[in-house]
């Protein structure tokens, strides 16, 4: 290694969810690192995020019992993920891989004091599938004071909720208006927020406790991060990544490592040229990614050869757009919305075409399949007025009383009738009122004989539990109907460069590029095109980041 202005033993660009897991794995062995941000924030897409790592077979499962093995969980991801030749970032050795890594990794991250646990029920995605978990196979990180950071506090990347507890309990917030237990939970949060406000605390739950818990532990161990310091190149030499080039004070600065270079950079939310190019029909006003979710790492990976693939696949986000919502880090999501009673989605011509439940992911491909054949980005979600008076609406309380420019600007249709929604929609009456008939019809009989919407447990969990007999299906009869627009969004991009077994770069014909690992949405998903269960973004870039570490240690360490 020559002419670097520093040298350190391992180089990790970008600060997301793997970033600081790989820097803390360097760390236990007495190495230097270093972990370069090219934004102010620390914390990546995933402080933003739900914070969510699927982990099968982890310590809290087998600590409260719930079944789970090794062998049950490659059989779920072979029926959920399967073998596909375009899909190189989910072969099987590599599923089989992330399934042995990933409860070694929350058990490191546990003794490294990092305070995780499980939330108590979260099903699988397709929980109906053999291996499947209905209870579930999610870790998150407990509720954290992020003012314990110091300095730090003020840079790490916000949350997206306005409260802070633990996840499970804030899940039960959006039933208020049916669930004593819900309003209660609301209450004993809102006032928990408030005592610990007052007592100099800043509580941070989901995705933003995860990274304050993480940049807790990286700082506490001597990580060196870097924020505003963009990595321009990777720096070759001999065939292999020797180290990067930054900037320093407005001059171009190297900086060697010595065991490799780890890229978790984030996808390619952000840049619309790439979204035309691997994604086309979908925009970069439907993300809810942070503003460096650019994609010129996966591009500088490429330019040293390395092989991409799955990359027209993202992690979907169904997303509603009110006036002023273009102003707001996270969009407004509609998961809940149209899985709840008394909701359907329907496109331009007037039908349903999915189940609105299950995985958000399969969602929103589903709208741009669709849309191949029926206009239907934006589809409609159409709804009444008993889903007004019990749910919330794009972020506003339950009730029909909203902001004047939601119906002013044209985001929110209502009509006393099915007719008159249908000629506001330019959808032919007879349709929409068809598929209205059709889906109440299978509401009475508590069975979607179309698209079986409430088969699976995850499809009922998204719903309304207090509503019965089913917690998903509702009448859509009591006029004033409503609908408003909802888009294909994302949480991330899910292709980039092909990875091993040990999280090294790949040529197109297999060969590894010596001194590059790659983790997080940079990379083409272990997870295929499916979205398994909740975490799979995040809980595979953690997974490969401490991979990553350790073969870069047994290779050079």
């Given amino acids: 290694m020559s002419n670097f202005d520093e040298v350190r033993d391992f180089v990790v660009?970008?600060?997301?969810?793997?970033?600081?897991?790989?820097?803390?794995?360097?760390?236990?062995?007495?190495?230097?690192v270093l972990i370069l941000e090219k934004t102010g924030l620390a914390g990546g897409t995933t402080a933003r995020s739900g914070g969510v790592m699927w982990i099968p077979n982890?310590?809290?499962?087998?600590?409260?019992?719930?079944?789970?093995?090794?062998?049950?969980?490659?059989?779920?991801?072979?029926?959920?993920?399967?073998?596909?030749?375009?899909?190189?970032?989910?072969?099987?050795?590599?599923?089989?891989?992330?399934?042995?890594?990933?409860?070694?990794?929350?058990?490191?991250?546990?003794?490294?004091?990092?305070?995780?646990?499980?939330?108590?029920?979260?099903?699988?995605?397709?929980?109906?599938?053999p291996g499947g978990s209905e209870r579930g196979r999610t870790v998150v990180?407990?509720?954290?004071?992020?003012?314990?950071?110091?300095?730090?506090?003020?840079?790490?990347?916000?949350?997206?909720l306005p409260l802070a507890g633990p996840l499970d309990q804030m899940l039960l917030i959006p039933n208020?208006?049916?669930?004593?237990?819900?309003?209660?939970t609301m209450l004993k949060i809102g006032i928990s927020n408030t005592l610990s406000k007052l007592m100099g605390r800043r509580p941070v739950a989901a995705g933003a406790a995860l990274q304050g818990r993480m940049l807790q532990a990286a700082l506490r161990a001597g990580v060196d991060i870097r924020?505003?310091?963009?990595?321009?190149?990777?720096?070759?030499?001999?065939?292999?990544?020797?180290?990067?080039?930054?900037?320093k004070d407005g001059q171009p600065w190297r900086i060697g490592a010595r065991l490799g270079v780890l890229v978790n950079a984030g996808g390619f939310s952000r840049n619309q040229r790439m979204r035309d190019q691997y994604q086309p029909g979908t925009s970069v006003k439907w993300t809810n990614t942070n503003p460096g979710d650019t994609g010129e790492m996966i591009e500088e990976m490429m330019r040293h050869g390395a092989a991409i693939a799955q990359m027209d696949t993202f992690v979907g986000f169904q997303t509603t757009l009110p006036p002023g919502s273009e102003e707001?880090?996270?969009?407004?999501?509609?998961?809940?919305?149209?899985?709840?009673?008394?909701?359907?989605?329907?496109?331009?011509?007037?039908?349903?075409?999915?189940?609105?439940?299950?995985?958000?992911?399969?969602?929103c491909q589903g709208m741009l399949d669709r849309n191949k054949e029926v206009p239907a980005v934006p589809s409609w979600a159409i709804f009444d007025s008993q889903y007004m008076k019990k749910y919330m609406l794009?972020?506003?309380?339950?009730?029909?009383?909203?902001?004047?420019?939601?119906?002013?600007?044209?985001?929110?249709?209502?009509?006393?009738?099915?007719?008159?929604?249908?000629?506001?929609?330019?959808?032919?009456?007879?349709?929409?009122?068809?598929?209205?008939?059709?889906?109440?019809?299978?509401?009475?009989?508590?069975?979607?004989?179309?698209?079986?919407?409430?088969?699976?447990?995850?499809?009922?969990?998204?719903?309304?539990f207090t509503h019965k007999p089913s917690e998903t299906?509702?009448?859509?009869?009591?006029?004033?109907?409503?609908?408003?627009?909802?888009?294909?969004?994302?949480?991330?991009?899910?292709?980039?460069?092909?990875?091993?077994?040990?999280?090294r770069v790949l040529r197109e014909d297999g060969s590894v590029i010596p001194g590059l690992y790659a983790t997080g949405v940079s990379t083409a998903s272990v997870m295929g095109r499916t979205y398994p269960g909740a975490g799979c973004s995040v809980g595979p870039s953690f997974v490969w980041g401490y991979v990553a570490a350790n073969h870069a240690l047994g290779q050079g360490g």
């Fill in 328 to 363: 707001l880090d996270v969009k407004p999501g509609v998961q809940n919305m149209t899985a709840a009673p008394h909701c359907i989605l329907v496109d331009q011509s007037g039908v349903r075409y999915m189940n609105e439940g299950g995985s958000y992911m399969a969602y």
């Fill in 58 to 129: 982890n310590m809290f499962m087998q600590r409260d019992g719930v079944e789970d093995s090794p062998e049950l969980a490659a059989t779920y991801l072979d029926n959920v993920v399967g073998d596909h030749p375009d899909q190189p970032g989910a072969t099987r050795e590599r599923r089989l891989t992330y399934i042995r890594e990933a409860p070694r990794m929350v058990e490191f991250l546990v003794r490294q004091d990092v305070k995780l646990d499980r939330v108590a029920y979260w099903p699988d995605y397709y929980d109906d599938r």
């Fill in 176 to 184: 208020f208006k049916q669930s004593w237990k819900s309003k209660q």
């Fill in 227 to 247: 924020l505003n310091t963009a990595v321009g190149q990777l720096i070759e030499e001999n065939g292999a990544i020797t180290g990067i080039l930054t900037e």
């Fill in 394 to 464: 794009a972020g506003t309380m339950p009730g029909t009383k909203k902001p004047l420019s939601w119906t002013t600007e044209g985001y929110l249709i209502n009509a006393m009738t099915i007719d008159g929604l249908a000629a506001q929609l330019d959808i032919d009456p007879a349709v929409l009122k068809g598929t209205i008939e059709r889906f109440n019809g299978f509401v009475a009989n508590n069975d979607d004989a179309d698209f079986q919407r409430g088969a699976r447990a995850y499809d009922r969990w998204l719903g309304d």
């Fill in 141 to 160: 990180a407990r509720v954290f004071d992020a003012n314990q950071l110091g300095d730090w506090a003020d840079k790490l990347r916000p949350s997206f």
């Fill in 473 to 503: 299906l509702g009448t859509i009869e009591r006029g004033p109907f409503y609908a408003v627009q909802v888009f294909p969004g994302d949480v991330g991009t899910y292709g980039g460069v092909v990875t091993d077994t040990q999280a």
């Fill in 13 to 32: 660009v970008g600060c997301g969810g793997g970033s600081m897991c790989a820097a803390l794995v360097m760390r236990a062995s007495g190495k230097d």
